[in-house]
């Protein structure tokens, strides 16, 4: 049995690449349509103008020319509107959703950030002690306090151990963010173990706890649709699964004992996708060994840890750590719906989603932890709902078009 203070020595691995299909969503096809139907007008005028010069260079054969019949305006700009309809009718599904294509990963011990073109190393104690200004604090949690910093003009976020007890969680999340860089995990850009930091990329929309504050700011209304939100859902999921089926084994979020504390590990990043940025409590599960997992050495309450985390034995004996039976990854699908409901919100088709999601919710939260589904078959799931409402959206669009 493997608890969360466990520490492994971990090979390092390289990382997974997955492409991420992004969002486009009907209304930048409207707005393309709005650019094309002034596209169209130019087009018409082209037309026009070929037309006044096709008509000076007149027959020069002494034969009468036909009359010419002056087409009007208006209905030029008719014919290129319904030709541009027609081309978006024909094309929509790919306005719908457009590549996000991520730039090739670098190498183990490498990262490239924003606008950089080339993979620099990971900063070392030096570089870190004098190349990395410290501004101001932006968030802390046990192990961690986390500030605002910057490094050669980009913003970074530089995290602190908060005390030396928690040594071995901060040496584990470290171990952890190397091993496991990818798409999914925040981006590690350098480390000091002897003065017990890390400096990792800064995501100015901070902690995914903050999402509703954010989404409601009046700039992103925008972006504040089912269809964005359904999208995060998809990524948390996607970091489970990876997490789930990670190059070093099966990983559980053990660090998720109510819904504000499982938030708070993971960042919203610009472009409103998710990234995980806190691995200290990661326990590595070896099923064929019989190894499973405990998070922490306390009791835990509430119906947002999955059955198996609560003392099993009754208030009438006293909850003793030594006797409280282990378990394994599937904790991490009990949480999904109420991660997902979260990040669902309540905006316009909110609810809607939550309909189509119902049947694989129900699953996730089955008492005994073999009935639930895998994280794969979540996402599975969530990407079929989400191919559904796009292919009736996109069909609604049509009829209207
Ligand atoms: P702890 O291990 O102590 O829980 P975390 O790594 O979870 O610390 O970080 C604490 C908080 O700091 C996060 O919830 C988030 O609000 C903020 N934070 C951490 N890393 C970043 C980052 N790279 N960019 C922006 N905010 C961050
Ligand atoms: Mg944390
Ligand atoms: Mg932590």
């Not at 870190?128 to 501004?135: C, D, F, G, P």
């Not at 009046?218 to 999921?237: C, F, G, P």
């Not at 070093?248 to 990234?275: A, P």
């Not at 409280?324 to 088709?349: A, C, N, R």
Request: some cysteine.
């Amino acid at each position: 049995m493997i608890t969360v203070s466990a520490r492994e020595t971990l090979p390092h691995v390289h990382t997974e690449e997955r492409e991420k299909d992004p969002l486009c969503y009907v209304e930048n096809g409207l707005a393309k349509r709005k650019k094309w139907e002034t596209m169209g007008e130019s087009v018409a005028e082209a037309q026009e103008i070929t037309e006044d010069n096709n008509m000076e260079k007149k027959p020069q054969d002494g034969r009468k020319a036909p009359p010419h019949r002056e087409v009007p305006p208006v209905v030029g700009l008719l014919l290129a509107v319904a030709l541009m309809n027609a081309l978006l009718y024909l094309c929509l599904d790919r306005f719908f959703i457009s590549p996000r294509r991520a730039p090739g990963r670098c190498p183990y011990g490498y990262f490239r950030m924003g606008q950089m073109k080339n993979c620099s190393p990971w900063l070392s104690c030096e570089e870190l002690r004098t190349e990395v200004r410290q501004l101001r604090r932006v968030g802390e949690g046990a192990v961690k306090r986390v500030f605002l910093s910057e490094w050669k003009e980009h913003k970074v976020a530089l995290s602190r151990l908060t005390s030396l007890e928690l040594k071995d969680d901060f040496l584990h999340g470290l171990q952890m963010l190397k091993s496991l860089q990818s798409q999914h995990v925040v981006t590690l850009l350098g480390y000091c173990e002897e003065d017990n930091t890390v400096l990792t990329e800064y995501h100015p929309l901070g902690a995914l706890s903050n999402l509703e504050e954010t989404l409601n700011l009046s700039k992103y209304q925008n972006v504040n649709t089912w269809q964005h939100r359904l999208q995060l859902a998809i990524d948390y999921v996607s970091i489970i699964r990876y997490l789930h089926h990670s190059p070093l084994g099966t990983l559980v979020m053990c660090d998720s004992s109510d819904l504000r504390k499982t938030l708070s590990q993971y960042l919203l990043t610009r472009n409103f996708s998710i990234v995980v940025n806190d691995l200290d409590a990661l326990p590595l599960l070896n099923r064929s060994s019989g190894a499973l997992v405990k998070c922490g050495h306390r009791e835990l309450h509430g119906d947002f840890v999955a059955p198996e985390q609560l003392w099993p034995y009754g208030e009438d004996m006293p909850f003793r750590d030594d006797l409280m039976p282990s378990y394994d990854e599937k904790i991490d699908i009990w949480k999904i719906p109420d991660i997902t409901s979260f990040l669902l919100g309540h905006v316009e088709g909110s609810d809607m989603v939550r309909f189509h999601l119902f049947d694989i919710h129900k699953a996730c939260k089955s008492q005994a932890p073999e009935e639930r589904p895998t994280a794969q078959d979540v996402l599975d799931t969530y990407q079929k709902v989400w191919n559904l409402l796009r292919d009736t959206m996109i069909s609604q669009t049509r009829e209207m078009l």
